[in-house]
């Protein structure tokens, strides 16, 4: 199924990324692996839901999901389990999602003050 929403679709190409980054986390890291690939699928859910919904708060917590993620890895980083160039890779795709959903806001902030 081809999705139309662009920023679901980078969603997923960033997820797919995290995901093959962090695989081989070690056993020990399990916390920090799960609370990442969790708070992942819970973006896409969040956009989904803000696309049907539209409404800023829901859009406002896909914010908050996205620094939650960019704060995973650079904990990850930090603690030497992904390369800086994979951290800022991921990084500049959590960015362009970013720019897109402040976009998103705006648009829909100004089409509700009308």
Partial sequence: MQDKLII???????????EKTIINFPHKERNLKNRLAN?????LENIYYANITKEINSMKKIIVNIKMIDYFLKLSCNR???SLKKYEQIGNYLLEINKM???WIKNETSKQNI
């Avoid at 679901?8 to 995290?18: D, G, R, V």
């Fill in 8 to 18: 679901a679709t980078k969603t997923k190409k960033t997820i797919e990324l995290i």
């Fill in 39 to 43: 708070t992942c699928y819970d973006l």
């Fill in 80 to 82: 030497e389990l992904i």
């Fill in 101 to 103: 959903v402040n976009i």
